[in-house]
């Protein structure tokens, strides 16, 4: 069982940069490929990017590729999502995902979520 807490949403404006966190519990958090995906108000959950077990993969939305950067630190059990260059488009409500299998762009793949944190950009 992996439980996931998001943190570092926040409101900024257009050009503006954030860094969400998401804490994992468990000792098994170094062999889960992670995700962040966003939902905005009145529009389906999107991917947003992933990373695997180790680190060395990444894989990005071409909606975000150059402007956010995802990292993790097995060490600490946590996962982050630099984000720069911010957008009124990246307003959403951004959920960090766990699975035990390579890591995808699919959410429905995710075996675990977080409850989500809000990001407001403003013009």
């Known amino acids: 069982q992996v439980q996931l807490v998001e943190s570092g949403g926040g409101a900024v404006q257009v050009g503006g940069s954030l860094r969400l966190s998401c804490a994992a519990s468990g000792r098994t958090f170094s062999s889960h490929a992670m995700g962040w995906f966003r939902q905005a108000p009145g529009k389906e959950r999107e991917f947003v990017a992933t990373?695997?077990?180790?680190?060395?993969?990444?894989y990005y939305a071409d909606s975000v590729k150059g402007r956010f950067t995802i990292s993790r630190d097995n060490a600490k059990n946590t996962v982050y999502l630099q984000m720069t260059n911010l957008k009124p488009e990246d307003t959403a409500i951004y959920y960090c995902?766990?699975?035990?299998?390579?890591?995808?762009?699919?959410?429905?793949?995710?075996?675990?979520w977080g409850q989500g944190t809000q990001v407001t950009v403003s013009p």
């Open positions: 995902a766990a699975r035990t299998q390579v890591t995808t762009t699919r959410g429905a793949k995710y075996d675990y």
């Open positions: 990373i695997s077990w180790s680190g060395i993969s990444t």
